[in-house]
């Protein structure tokens, strides 16, 4: 296989430490700027109208009520945007889920409660939602079908409601079980939930006839690939429209996609020629943004007489809701093409079910099928463990492939990729989590606990991410006539810290203070190609592109500096505090960043023949993603006669190759265990048997708060830089949630004493009773 050879890791002055982020100046004096923000002059608000109903016919819709409103302006339906066509979905080698696009406004049918059927404009918000009650509709009810395990039902004439079917593998699964010792199977389910950001939805679209550009501000995550988007569904060039990117109040994934409400405030902008802005409220929140995580599984493994894995073989379905929405079948794919983890599996197979039901469509959320996957595959190596009688840190140890394997391929694919573990010391990681977590004195000290009485138990979940997906990002670095960095990328900040860490890699390449670097992010008109913000991407590709193009700046800062001011060659120069001093001279003669960007002013450069600006574009390449890899270490008591769980400790292990700010590394993963524990315990969207969502408010979608979050500990290594990028570095975004339902399931089934006992996410206080009889 092929390599990119890239020399040992950039080191620098502030790549690798703990420095403030730059952000949250504004963010803590008040002077953020979010959607709700964002208001123009002859503004108008739209308000949805939204189905009651989970599945029927549209026999009627009646606006007259609406419109004879004063201050209605307008009520569409889907008659009046029928030329917009459903919002796609991103490339993918799945074929055949066209069909089951959504369209921005129901059509004939509606197939969930919440599903946009009307928009209503109005002068404000409040005669928006006024008018938006008296609109009516008579609906034909037709029969719901709220189980991917079901059968499939009926879509339309000529297609059911299984899309696709994921399938994945290699080796001779077969010959696997027919030489196993022992076989273990398993039926495995979890919830649905998604990510619930502080910040609902909103979108202010104005269209400037003068200079015929529709602006959407509002954007976040993938500005670009938004832009385009919407480009091809409104029939207009990419160029004329711009979108903007202000402060966003929490992504993880359900943030900065394509809904029917931005398509339809922008369509809205330029046929009603005035500002259009729409703010979502926190119960269509929770009933109409995506959702995700719900999946059952069947599982089996076959082991040999020492528990080593001789093959898995899982089936699965994934409630994908209503409708395909832009992220196509992604997250199912990513289920099949990750289960196996960080273990030797010589025989796979995954079949998965991507099916439709009649309940809130599904995308991603923080560690998309890896959540689920993870789930699957420790509660897989619990059951190994409990079937042969081995220690369960021992049944992994046995399964890990081995740090001198690496890189390791896999005959699998993940979001069109294919599979190579890049680096990795498994098994050292394990050794460090168990010394960290005191394992050896932990159980000796549960086990007194136990003597006395108390249901207590420790559990741990290993896991392999996915990060940095490519295939390029591009960024332009420019140092001003005052001597100021500006970095420009298409990257998109969703509170990661992006803006901190890509001036880290910009001032170490050109030596000058962090604080020094300009970042605009999230901008479409101020350049022309973009990634956006997803997958653990950015600070491994973003971050990559921003120390190719600073470098390439940083070659002409030393060969004008050299040439024209300090009569050396540039390898006889270096860069300290925005200075350009000889190497031989620290306190003798410099020059200043401003004095070589004037030198590259237009006038002074084209009279002596170079380009003018002191400015490059880099970008970055890559076939394939890193993968970063953890362990996390839990400690429950469970209360016997509520079903009540507390979580005592929590250690979360994680290998991120080599850290640009370590500090932002263990503020993603200490976000990411709070939410992934609330998936663990607590979060579920449950509906009625007619459809109705039941948890469309917080008394009813219990998330995790500050009391029942416990103290987490991280333990951040650097011990398997990725060879893919020339910083080492890997993706930190996932790695504190992905583990988390394992890691709880398992440290539950030891506290009561019931070796696989948790098969379904989230354990509930009822459920954990109904375990206990």
Known sequence: MDRPSFPSAFKGTFVGRSVPRLEDLPLLTGSGRYAADISFPRQLHMRMVRSSHAHGRIVSIDASGALATPGCVAVWTSKDVAGI??????????????????????????????????????????LAEDAADLVSMEVEELPVLLSADDAPGEFEAGRNTEPAVIRKGYGDIDAAFRAAHAIVELDLSIGRHSGVPLETRGAVARYDAARDVLELHGATKRPHANRDLLARMLGRSPSSIHLYEGHVGGGFGVRGEIYPEDVLVCAAALRLVRPVKWIEDRRENLMACNHSRQQRHRVRAAVDAEGRILGIDDEFFHDQGAYVRTHGARVADMTAGMLPGPYRVPAYRAVGHYRLTNKTPAATYRAPGRYEATFVCERVLDAIAAKTGIDRVEARRRNLIPKAEMPYARELDVIDTEVVLDSGDYAGLLDKALARAGWTSLQEDLGRRRAAGEAVGAGLGFFLEKSGLGPVDGVRVTVDAAGTVEVVTGAASVGQGVET??????????????????????????????????????????????????????????????????????????????????????????????????????????????????SAEGWFHSDHMTYPYGVHIAVVKVDRETGGVKVERYLAAYDVGRAVNPMLVEGQIVGGVVQGLGGALFEEFVYDAHGSPLSVTFADYMMLTAHEAPSIDVLLTEDAPTPLNPLGIKGAGEGGITPVGATIASAIDDAIGMPGAVTRLPVTPQRLKEMLG
């Open 85 to 126: 066509p459903p919002i796609d979905f991103r490339p993918t080698r799945v074929q055949g889920l066209e069909p089951y696009r959504q369209p921005v406004l129901a059509r004939d049918r509606v197939r969930y409660v919440g599903e946009p059927v009307a928009a209503v404009f109005a002068e404000d918000p409040y």
């Open 501 to 614: 860490v890509l001036a880290q890699i910009a001032a170490d390449a050109l030596g000058v203070d962090y604080r020094r670097v300009r970042v605009v992010h999230g901008r479409t008109d101020r350049i022309d190609h973009g990634f956006g913000s997803h997958a653990s991407r950015t600070t491994v590709m973003t971050g990559s592109a921003t120390h190719v193009a600073a470098m390439k700046v940083r070659a002409k800062i030393l060969e004008i500096a050299a040439a024209d001011f300090l009569a050396a060659t540039p390898d006889m120069l270096d860069i300290v505090d925005g200075k350009v001093i000889r190497k031989d001279q620290l306190t003798g003669p410099h020059v200043t960043l401003a004095q070589v960007a004037g030198k590259l002013a237009p006038a002074p450069a084209i009279a002596e023949g170079r380009e003018p600006g002191l």
